[in-house]
């Protein structure tokens, strides 16, 4: 029974590869096949590739007497990447999953489901922390010590590592788990991980070079420190040298640990799976309730499913935080790069204004949320449509949606932009203008494809959303409008930012009132036929 849950379990994990998500059907074993020879290239090619590299750059430190420290850092990063690969499966497959009750139901001891489950996220551990120690220790038999004794430390330094990630993973998973459930929106949850997540991995992926040198070039002083403030760590690393005083200890801790946990969650994974979250009692009192017309109704409408998904907000609504990080940008080091521009580019006329207004402009084009809007209405469209509201009033709902989504921040970075650069009073409102025409057209366009493009057999909501052939059409008639925008910057604003930015905005609103002509003359005969 233990195996049949556990091949349950990874076969959840990688269903993708398995089950057409556009279709809702089996692959052929020729796609399977596919599938897991990219994902091993991935792992094993890229992934592996990159750590080993980094695996040689630190070998100097067995040269000067710190190979403890080439281990420490690299089962550290090892313990880091394991983390990231399974603390969210942890929390969707061992705590929050979602065929808790029907196993439960089932004559299976809860038991035997808890360490099929815990078995799934250690061999998820083992996999994305392999990926670094077994380059970490490979290089060194290689290239340091082949003994047999070197080899056995090795394998037990992977053993350590990925079991130390299933600890962690454990209770990080419990974690997440427990607030997730106090939690009324657990959307916004999701994509505060995976923005601290992009946070962190594009922080550590531009300093990783140079942390790497400022630790080669200072390896003495670190480890003194290391050794008198950080003991565990200098001993975790010296283990890997062969130093058995030091292995011995280390897997005894960490196999007590592994039990610690097992122990705990045989004794409450019940409780813990079958946890409800919290629940309010609601004292009834009598209000009035608010009317909105049709137009707000369908807006809020939109808004409600917009912000109850993570998937529809990371995939198109991450303009938004990169418009909000742009506009920060500008109000520190705007001047610097409004500097290096007009050097560069001449300062004519405002250059340097009119360039950053359009690379502000296509930061926006990432935003298309009324792309997949009409796709994601599915079977209810036919609902949505019996409604006493007709079809222009549902595509211009999706248009308001988008520039409800879009605009504020778009507007915020133009504001910035104004404030950081301090040009002219016509130049700053035409900016401010030309911005806001920009959203309106990717706005309307975005509905455009979402009405041209429309896809109503998908079986999982983020295939209209990630897949969707809309989605891309509209970013890329985005993309394609920003650098119109920035060419014309270059070539047209040698007599001045503002009557450029006035041309840009009137062939803007032309262009926006074309596709919404479009939309309330075409558009219901084209939803009529969906």
Same mark, same amino acid.
């Given at each position: ?28 074993? =020729? ?6 020879? &990219? ?47 399974? +603390? ?5 497959? %061992? ?80 974690? +997440? ?156 080091? =705007? ?48 609902? &949505? ?66 009405? +041209? ?18 989605? &891309? ?22 007599? =001045?930012?503002? &009557? ?7 062939? %803007? ?11 309330? %003359? ?9």
């Amino acid at each position: 029974m233990l195996r049949t849950l556990l091949k349950k379990q990874l076969s959840e994990i990688f269903r993708a590869y398995f089950v057409d998500q556009k279709k809702g059907a089996a692959r052929n074993r =020729g796609a399977t096949i596919a599938f897991f020879v &990219l994902f091993a290239l991935l792992m094993v090619g890229v992934l592996g590739g990159i750590f080993t590299s980094m695996a040689l750059n630190l070998l100097p430190l067995a040269e000067v007497g710190l190979g403890w420290m080439y281990f420490a850092v690299m089962g550290l990063i090892g313990l880091v990447l394991g983390l990231f690969g399974s +603390v969210f499966n942890t929390y969707a497959g %061992l705590y929050l999953a979602k065929d808790n009750d029907l196993l439960l139901s089932l004559p299976i001891p809860p038991r035997t489901v808890m360490n099929a489950r815990l078995l799934g996220v250690y061999l998820m551990a083992l996999l994305y922390s392999a990926v670094v120690t077994v380059p970490m220790a490979a290089v060194w038999l290689i290239r340091v010590d082949n003994s047999p004794a070197a080899l056995l430390c090795g394998l037990l330094m992977i053993l350590v590592v990925s079991l130390l990630t299933t600890v962690l993973s454990a209770l990080l998973g419990y974690v +997440v788990a427990k607030v997730s459930l106090r939690l009324k929106n657990k959307s916004f949850l999701t994509v505060l991980l995976a923005l601290l997540f992009l946070a962190a991995y594009y922080f550590f992926y531009f300093k990783a070079s140079s942390l790497l040198q400022s630790l080669l070039l200072n390896a003495e002083t670190i480890g003194e420190r290391v050794r008198g403030d950080a003991l565990p760590l200098f001993l975790f690393g010296q283990a890997g040298t062969g130093d058995w005083s030091a292995m011995l200890p280390l897997l005894a801790v960490t196999l007590a640990l592994s039990a610690l946990v097992w122990w705990l969650l045989s004794r409450s994974f019940l409780r813990i799976v079958t946890a409800t979250g919290k629940t309010e009692r609601m004292i009834y009192r009598e209000k009035a309730v608010k009317v909105h017309s049709p137009a707000s109704a369908l807006l809020r409408r939109e808004l409600r499913h917009f912000f109850s998904n993570s998937g529809y907000m990371l995939n198109c609504g991450m303009g938004c935080v990169f418009q909000a990080a742009a506009g920060v940008a500008l109000l520190w080091k =705007g001047n610097v790069v409004a500097g290096a521009l007009d050097r560069v580019f001449g300062g004519g006329g405002g250059t340097a204004a009119a360039l950053l207004c359009g690379a502000c402009c296509m930061i926006s084009a990432i935003d298309v949320p009324a792309a997949p809007s009409l796709s994601l209405e599915g079977k209810s469209l036919g609902l &949505l449509r019996a409604l006493p509201v007709g079809d222009w009033e549902l595509l211009r709902a999706k248009v308001r949606f988008q520039l409800a989504v879009s605009l504020p921040t778009a507007l915020f970075c133009a504001l910035c932009l104004d404030i950081a650069l301090a040009p002219d009073l016509l130049t700053a409102l035409f900016v401010l203008t030309t911005t806001a025409a920009f959203c309106l057209f990717c706005a309307a366009f975005a509905a455009v494809m979402g009405l +041209v493009k429309a896809n109503f057999t998908w079986t999982r909501e983020l295939v209209p959303i990630k897949q969707g052939i809309a989605v &891309l059409l509209a970013m890329l008639g985005g993309a394609v409008a920003g650098f119109l925008l920035l060419g014309g910057a270059l070539l047209f604003t040698a007599n =001045g930012a503002a &009557l450029y930015l006035a041309a840009a905005t009137v062939v %803007l609103l032309a262009l926006s009132l074309l596709l919404l002509r479009w939309l309330k %003359l075409i558009g219901p005969e084209r939803m009529a036929r969906l």
